[in-house]
């Protein structure tokens, strides 16, 4: 990375299959579901993990939409 980039313009691109996205949004409901609060962890953080599992969600239901007779149990 060149250090005069901007580091909110540096992106990474990840591929998953559609069990790793099953597994990763599981564990962003549990990290909701347990997350310990502000102060104790920044605000941002709660809403960049509502962000995530919203994505996840979308890429479930997507999956569902192409793959009608593939089991789809989110």
Do not use: V
């Not at 997350?35 to 997507?62: D, I």
């Amino acid at each position: 990375m060149n250090r005069e980039q901007d580091p909110d313009e540096y992106w990474f691109d990840w591929s998953m299959g559609i069990n790793e996205i099953r597994i990763f949004h599981d564990h962003l409901c549990y990290a909701i579901q347990t997350w310990p609060g502000s102060p104790a962890r920044p605000p941002e953080e709660q809403e960049f993990l509502k962000f995530m599992k919203q994505k996840t969600f979308a890429m479930l239901l997507e999956y569902q939409l192409d793959q009608p007779s593939a089991e789809n149990d989110f």
